[in-house]
């Protein structure tokens, strides 16, 4: 009988917001080729630079977020919920079957099959809890998670329409789909303070 694992911890939110492009022009042309630390992605007036395109660290928001942290407690709280009634019902079933295994050579051949057929029930009643709680803990995530991403992605076209962002890219280090990118490009601490008080005003 397999056990349930912690659905939460092999969750990347990198790989959640990964190539995460954000375009604030929908008339804006795809961009072929990765952005190159140039006139060609970054245009330069008197008054200083222009950024068409910037990007943000996710690892970096998903630890301080206080949304996605928050999505992420409640759901490690089902896991261990989960996990902890699941141990209970498979610690009362071990007592069943050492007690059947103490007891079977004095037991009756029908009280044997009878107790057999019990356990095997039982048995089974515990494999279908156990993949079901697990199915249950799995869409509660992917379901939180995609409330998270949706958050961003819709705060993101705003905050690049109101600053004439582009394209708004994402780094992670488990997912480096940006190999280098000037640091002057990087919006991601003004994001997450603008992202926290936006939750808080609503929480």
């Known amino acids: 009988m397999s056990t349930i694992f912690s659905i939460v911890s092999k969750v990347s939110f990198g790989l959640l917001l990964a190539g995460t492009i954000v375009s604030c022009n929908q008339g804006a042309k795809t961009q072929n080729e990765p952005a190159k630390n140039d006139a060609s992605s970054v245009s330069k007036d008197s008054q200083g630079s222009s950024k068409d395109i910037v990007y943000l660290n996710s690892d970096s928001l998903s630890e301080k977020y206080q949304y996605f942290k928050d999505i992420k407690a409640k759901l490690e709280s089902k896991v261990k919920k989960a996990q902890a009634d699941l141990q209970s019902k498979s610690t009362a079933f071990q007592r069943e079957v050492a007690d059947y295994q103490k007891n079977a050579a004095t037991m009756s051949a029908d009280d044997r099959q009878a107790t057999e057929q019990k356990l095997a029930r039982k048995q089974d009643e515990l494999a279908r809890l156990d993949q079901t709680a697990s199915s249950s803990l799995a869409k509660d995530e992917s379901d939180e998670f995609n409330n998270v991403y949706n958050k961003i992605t819709e705060f993101l076209k705003k905050h690049a329409s109101e600053n004439g ?26 994001v997450i303070k603008q992202l926290n008080e936006e939750y808080k005003q609503k929480k």
């Open 165 to 190: 962002y582009k394209l708004v890219l994402t780094y992670s280090k488990s997912n480096p789909t940006v190999l280098y990118a000037d640091p002057s490009l990087e919006i991601t601490n003004e």
